[in-house]
């Protein structure tokens, strides 16, 4: 909110004032962004650039976000006799590639999603069906599933 004397500020495609920051949360010149409706609108409408940037479209309308860690949740993680599927903050879902499953210093699970354009970080009820999965193998973590054991990158020694 502009203060009594100064000059309001005036937003651009380029500088809209719009974050998603490292808890994914949106914030609007600082400010927490807490209506869901919009909090839905904008996770649906957040886009990765060629450039490595990223974009808020909604309608004929759009802007660049700063983006300050992952810019999608995973909400959720589907199966099949194969492959391991995310559910993706923006409504849509995508097979996880796991050689880019990361553990993050926080404990907390990340993948790279959206042809590796853009990180997902699990939620909590992600991770645990993720790690329902999970299973020690010569030294290492492999995800075991009906007709596939995958292997994972993660340092055996961080999930003890």
């Known amino acids: 909110m502009a203060e009594i004397g100064l000059p309001k500020r005036w937003h651009t495609r380029e500088d809209s004032g719009l974050v998603l920051d490292r808890d994914l949360n949106w ?7 807490t ?15 060629d450039d490595g940037r990223f974009q808020l ?5 759009w802007a660049y976000v700063t983006v300050e860690g992952a810019a999608y949740r995973v ?3 589907d199966t099949d006799d194969a492959r391991v599927y ?3 903050s923006d409504r849509t879902g995508e097979a996880l590639d796991p050689a880019t ?4 210093e ?3 699970l990340t993948a790279r999603v959206k042809a590796g354009r853009a990180g997902a970080r699990f939620s909590r009820e992600a991770q645990f069906a993720l790690g329902q999965l999970l299973a020690p193998e ?11 054991t995958i292997s994972v990158p993660i340092d055996p020694s961080t999930l003890g």
Not at 38 to 44: K, S, Y
Not at 138 to 148: D, H, I, N, Y
């Open 138 to 148: 010569r030294g290492a973590w492999v995800l075991r599933l009906p007709k596939a």
């Open 101 to 104: 499953l990361r553990l993050g």
């Open 75 to 77: 909400n959720a993680i």
């Open 57 to 61: 479209r909604i309608g004929n309308d």
């Open 27 to 33: 914030l609007h010149d600082g400010e927490r962004i």
């Open 106 to 108: 926080d404990g907390v």
């Open 86 to 88: 995310l559910r993706l």
């Open 35 to 49: 209506h869901p409706k919009i909090i839905e609108a904008f996770n649906a409408g957040l886009v990765p650039t």
